[in-house]
């Protein structure tokens, strides 16, 4: 079946539906998720985000401190949109109907995270994303002009290609004209054409073998732009958020947010000692990728599979206020955070790199936009400042709205586009030769692609890559289409790319260190 819609968005975190929300004025627009709506990063999301909201703080303060963390790699240009437009979104959301935790003088209730020189982060208790995702689909509920595909997964982006023209650059003008889209309930692939696309998929975390990440992110959108020859960059920024709680078997990890440690908590090592001092003078709350490195030399050092956080030396009835949700979940396991110590280890989180989009959100492909974690807009540069990718997504998601609706009027349905051709395939025997795959891919990456890496490490994981890229080409090739191998696929391929990424960068910066090449280069590569 083929189905036409003028926005066609692939994603319902922050990006996709407040994108949506917005385009709805000009035009039909469907929304596509690959399990519900609210099963995305953006509910997950703890700490909150970050905008200048108050006099002692300023435009100025923020953006140094998210170019000092990007480590000479972020676009300033994008840094200043960025963080002059956060507090005029921040109003649209509550006008949205979301709310923030104000202080007894109404004020919002700030809080600081790591490399940020100011209280500057607004949030909703311990769990703001929830509040966001949730905020944002009741507001879909008023909007008839959106129809809403849930357990939908994009497969392909539509392009030339499936015309029979080859495109071998994105130079040579590659155009979307919506994507290939398995209904899991049904198991159809349904063509859907769009005058414009967003790609709001999110991030990556199905790459390594642990993240705070759910299972829906498999990099599924910038997998299928690099397919489209689409321009991809900076992938082998892979950020590793320092403290996820330490209970091997749990996926996604459990985060406890940087908030805690802006609030007072302290990182010690196994044995009680404070570590932090000896890396950084700005101790616990020097940037992420400073403390992640430092976590991880000390458990190496030791020997240890995790530190402790503490916060014991905290009002307990404050703390179980500010951080209610670590609270409960964490008396879950036993541990009760106003008295014990938290263990906590380093793990995947968060992906700086992505499908390159201008100040507009234009990706290189004519016709997409991407908003987002799928996205690289060169504000985070080589680290992300905390709580500084909520803010990111809504601001470009504004931008490729209003972008887009100064085109949407010329634009055309590609009504050449073919139906998917499944001719020659059948269901995959096993589905071990899946699973296993996967489970090997992470193994991979977060053994000789995590922390620290070197030329050897590197080398054996494209070496390993390349022999699973083989296997699931011809099975793929050979396959009914199903969400298990899409998403294999597409984490080889974005295994790959940070992979490749992190070969081609010759020397150590931001999240990416590496031990063949230690040092910064004065230069930005
Ligand atoms: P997401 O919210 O991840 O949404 C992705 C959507 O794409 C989902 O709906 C998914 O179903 C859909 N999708 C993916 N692939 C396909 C496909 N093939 N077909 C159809 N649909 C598809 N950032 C902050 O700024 N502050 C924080 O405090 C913070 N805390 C965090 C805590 C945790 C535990 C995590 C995991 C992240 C946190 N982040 C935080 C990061 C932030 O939450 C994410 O970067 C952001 O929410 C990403 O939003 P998004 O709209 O790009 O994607
Ligand atoms: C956190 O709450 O520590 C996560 C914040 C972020 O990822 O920006």
Not at 358 to 383: F, P, Q, V
Request: hydrophobic share 35%; proline share 3%.
């Amino acid at each position: 079946m083929t189905r036409r819609f003028d926005f066609l968005v692939i994603g319902s975190g922050i990006a996709g539906i407040s994108f949506a929300l917005k385009a709805s004025k000009y035009g039909k627009v469907a929304i596509l998720c690959k399990t519900t709506l609210g099963e995305s990063n953006t509910s997950y999301a703890q700490g909150g985000i970050a905008s200048v909201t108050n006099e002692q703080d300023s435009f100025e303060k923020h953006i140094q401190d998210t170019l000092i963390a990007g480590d000479g790699h972020c676009n300033e240009e994008v840094v200043k949109k960025v963080v002059t437009e956060a507090p005029s979104q921040i109003k649209e959301l509550v006008e949205w109907g979301i709310e923030f935790d104000k202080d007894e003088n109404g004020q919002f209730d700030l809080h600081r995270e790591g490399g940020h020189s100011d209280h500057r982060i607004l949030h909703h208790k311990d769990n703001t994303g929830f509040e966001i995702q949730q905020g944002l689909i009741r507001r879909l509920e008023k909007e008839p002009n959106i129809e809403i595909f849930e357990h939908h997964f994009a497969i392909e982006i539509l392009t030339q290609h499936h015309l029979g023209k080859y495109v071998t650059h994105h130079t040579q003008g590659v155009e979307c004209y919506g994507a290939y889209v398995l209904d899991q309930h049904t198991n159809n692939i349904h063509t859907f054409l769009s005058k414009v696309t967003l790609m709001a998929t999110g991030g990556i975390g199905g790459v390594y073998s642990t993240t705070t990440n759910p299972d829906v992110a498999t990099g599924d959108g910038i997998a299928m732009v690099y397919r489209a020859r689409g321009i991809v960059k900076d992938m082998e920024f892979v950020q590793f958020h320092p403290t996820a709680l330490y209970h091997p078997g749990d996926r996604p990890s459990f985060l406890i947010t940087e908030a805690i440690r802006g609030y007072g908590a302290v990182l010690r090592t196994k044995k009680g000692k404070e570590f932090m001092h000896k890396y950084d003078v700005r101790g616990s709350l020097a940037p992420r990728d400073i403390v992640a490195r430092a976590i991880d030399n000390e458990m190496k050092t030791h020997g240890h599979d995790f530190v402790y956080l503490d916060v014991t030396n905290k009002d307990p009835e404050e703390t179980k206020l500010h951080f209610p949700n670590i609270y409960k979940k964490c008396l879950e396991y036993g541990i009760d955070i106003t008295k014990d110590y938290i263990p906590v280890s380093p793990t995947q989180h968060y992906l700086c790199g992505g499908i390159v989009v201008d100040m507009n959100a234009k990706s290189s492909i004519d016709r997409l936009y991407a908003a987002g974690e799928c996205s690289c807009t060169g504000l985070h540069g080589a680290n992300r400042l905390a709580s500084n990718s909520l803010i990111e997504a809504i601001v470009y998601a504004d931008a490729a709205v209003k972008d887009a609706i100064k085109h949407i009027d010329k634009l055309e349905f590609n009504e050449s586009i073919p139906d998917w051709n499944d001719e020659g395939t059948s269901l995959p025997e096993e589905m071990v030769l899946i699973t296993q795959s996967f489970r090997e891919v992470e193994q991979i990456m977060s053994t000789y692609v995590g922390i620290v890496r070197s030329n050897l490490r590197l080398k054996r994981a494209m070496s390993r890559l390349e022999i699973l890229y083989r296997e699931t080409e011809n099975l793929f090739n050979k396959s009914v289409v199903s969400r298990e191998i899409c998403e294999l696929r597409n984490v080889i391929s974005i295994a790959y790319i940070i992979i490749k990424h992190a070969i081609a960068r010759k020397e150590s910066r931001g999240l990416h260190f590496t031990a063949d090449y230690p040092k910064r280069l004065g230069k930005d590569i």
